[in-house]
């Protein structure tokens, strides 16, 4: 259907708001349970998309600079319109070297870990970016026991393998995670906090 994920976002950013409340559950929750921080807190929202959690950001900690990241220009596009100035925007793949080591107050992560790739690699990087004591935050697709469900995400480059938050909770000992259902089980969603040592 789409070569790569790149072509898949070119297209999506044009219907990426008006579609994804109907599926991407748990973002609010997440948002709402996002502790207070010093007012010159380092914010990372990591895979920002069209910057809906980025707005919320905004919003809750104005003094923090805040730094969104995506792999995707259409998205970034999109997210600069809605989110206007005193945010960082950055086109690029997230990797080791994108920051220093100790540089955030806070990571946050909606719906963007299960396309991301390597999973232990990407958790350890952000385990190095957050300064001791710093905050992971994500909500994200988990598994889903229809296989055909399963296999369909992966055509849209979500993987729903089940691993995602059992990794974070080893990476992240001190974490508060809670998993839901959706559509009376086809899928179920998890949200995690967690404090970094």
Known sequence: M????DTYYK????????????????RAKLFNNLPELSENAVILDLGCGTGYQTKLLKRKYPTAKIIGLDASAAMLKKAQHKIGANVTLLHQHYN??????NSF???VCS???????????LLQNIHNHLKPKGIFAAVDFDYSRCDWFTRWMKVNFVEMSG???????????KHHTK????????WCYSMCIAVND
């Open 2 to 5: 789409y070569n790569s994920i």
């Open 11 to 26: 297209v999506q950013s044009h219907i990426y708001d008006l579609t994804r409340w109907s599926f991407l559950f748990g």
């Open 96 to 101: 080791a070297a994108s920051f220093k080591e």
């Open 105 to 107: 107050d806070l990571v």
């Open 111 to 121: 719906y963007s870990l299960t396309m991301m790739g390597d999973i232990d690699m």
């Open 163 to 173: 691993k995602v938050f059992t990794l974070i909770k080893t990476q992240f000992p």
């Open 179 to 186: 998993s839901y259902s959706a559509f009376t089980g086809l």
